[in-house]
């Protein structure tokens, strides 16, 4: 099975692979020395569309797929490839052009190769790949870093935006990756900054966005994106997945509930307490038990299908939610006069505590990760990272990816094993195995990521501003 993500160059929508009508581009590559990157363009009665890969720790013989819809393009293209050093600027090292035709409901193959001699020279005569329209293509993060085994990870790559509002995301290497070395990015209809993802069943995650574009969606495991019809137009935040078919998303001032995949989005109940920031929930007997956490500070209990339900306010700000069961549940944020990061915890009731607050002033936790009732990671500005051993929650001895600011964590996520994976205030993801120090095992060209969620280092989902979508699952 191809290891495949789509360049789709000028469709808003597409999944892993170019639908009927597009092409399939095969770039065979082998390139000695290490990085570099692959730019793939597209030229067609004076448009002209690219993206880029970096090719980062990837192995240097392989294959980059890409899929091409036609959009605006003409029914006749010339496909460019070019091998540059990192950067994708300046003459390409080598290249390769082929002429394709778009064919109705039929995916069309297309192969180019670039083989760069032992030597290092290049081409000759090798041209430059044509760059994309004004404001077009940047180049995608390149991911490296090592495995938790020790061997050098595979490097995913992701590329940038078009102008066609499609966006574009870098091929997949047909060699098997490490798995957290292997980020790449999933191309969807969302354009503005997704802040959530909540997984259903592996590779099969709802998607929670605000700003422009979908604000709604799900990925299935076929790559298809499915958005719901009807009442899914306002931003949302936050998002907990009751199944692959069912999930409830945290609004402005709302849940809403997607039942099923035949219906639309409709409002479970009107909060009275700003942004959802965050969702957990649980199912008993038929009904679902949703714990909301809010930029306000207040944490909410809610009841599907009753929408009854209870809010207090522990906190100052609550920014996340996250529980080892019912009877473990803590929320995040900051807390008291002097506004102290502070973790809120609930056994199962309605009633909330005080568990941890910090005593820096003016300092907040940003998320909460639990891999079990007696591990568990907090973290938020700079180098506020805290451990729960069960019991207590107290400063981590692991230094935070962000030492001193001013940077921040925005995500979290430990898996069963203890490994823990941090995003932030940067377009990277940092991982930390055995209580080692992090390191970076992916970079994406976005400014912020906000979310980082995961079951396992094969199943591992990051999202973030510019409608990043990147996933360890290669599907």
């Known amino acids: 099975m191809r290891r495949f993500t789509s360049m789709c160059l000028v469709l808003l929508a597409c999944g892993n692979r170019p639908g009927p009508g597009g092409l399939e581009v095969d770039v065979e590559y082998s390139l000695p020395g290490a990085g570099g990157c692959v730019r793939l363009t597209a030229l067609s009665e004076g448009v002209s569309k ?5 090719l ?12 091409v819809a036609q959009g605006e393009l003409g029914r006749e293209v010339t496909l460019l490839a070019g091998y540059y050093e990192d950067p994708c600027t300046g003459p390409a ?11 109705a409901n039929v995916v069309t193959p297309v192969s180019l190769q670039l083989v760069l001699p032992p030597n290092g020279g290049g081409q000759a005569g090798g041209g430059a790949a044509g760059g994309g329209e004004a404001g077009g293509a940047t180049a995608g993060g390149a991911a490296g870093g090592a495995s938790a085994g020790g061997t050098t990870a595979g490097g995913g790559a992701a590329g940038g935006t078009n102008t066609a509002g499609g966006g574009a995301a870098g091929g997949a290497v047909t060699p098997a990756l490490a798995c957290d070395g292997g980020f790449i990015r999933l191309m969807t209809p969302m354009t503005g900054t997704v802040r959530d993802v909540a997984i259903a069943a592996p590779g099969i995650v709802w998607l929670a966005s605000s700003g422009s574009g979908v604000h709604i969606g799900r990925l299935g495991a076929d790559g298809g994106f499915f958005v719901p019809d009807g009442g899914c137009s306002d931003s949302v935040y936050s998002v907990w997945a009751r199944s692959e078919d069912s999930a409830y998303f945290g609004g402005n001032n709302e849940v809403i509930r997607v039942p099923s995949l035949a219906a639309g989005c409709s409002e479970l109940v009107a909060t009275v307490h700003s942004n959802v920031s965050g969702l957990s929930g649980f199912v008993a007997a038929n009904t679902v038990e949703l714990i909301s956490s809010h930029d306000n500070g207040t944490v909410g209990h809610r009841f599907d299908p009753s929408t009854a339900g209870t809010e207090v306010q522990p906190l100052m700000a609550a920014r996340a939610v996250a529980s080892a069961g019912r009877s473990l549940v803590f929320a995040v944020g900051h807390g008291g006069m002097m506004n102290r990061a502070r973790v809120a915890m609930n056994t199962g009731d309605t009633g909330w505590s005080t568990a ?9 936790l940003n998320d909460v990760t639990l891999a079990s009732p007696s591990l568990g990671w907090a973290g938020g500005d700079g180098d506020l990272l805290y451990q729960f051993d069960g019991g207590t929650w107290a400063l981590s001895a692991l230094a935070s990816p ?5 940077g921040e964590i925005n995500g979290l996520q430990v898996l069963s094993d203890g490994t823990l994976y941090a995003v932030g205030t940067s377009g990277r993801i940092y991982r930390s195995s055995g209580g080692a120090p992090f390191v970076e095992v992916a970079s994406f ?19 973030g501003e510019d409608g990043l979508v990147a996933t360890t699952n290669h599907r």
Request: include cysteine; charge should be negative; proline fraction near 5%.
């Open 56 to 67: 980062g720790t990837r192995p240097r013989t392989g294959h980059l797929f890409f899929g």
């Open 356 to 364: 941890f607050t910090a005593t820096d002033n003016d300092t907040v």
């Open 93 to 103: 090292r080598v290249s390769d052009t082929e002429d394709a035709v778009f064919s």
């Open 402 to 406: 962000f030492p001193g600011g001013p």
């Open 445 to 463: 060209a976005v400014g912020q990521i906000m979310r980082i969620r995961g079951t396992s280092q094969c199943d591992l989902w990051a999202v």
């Open 50 to 54: 690219s993206d880029d890969v970096a």
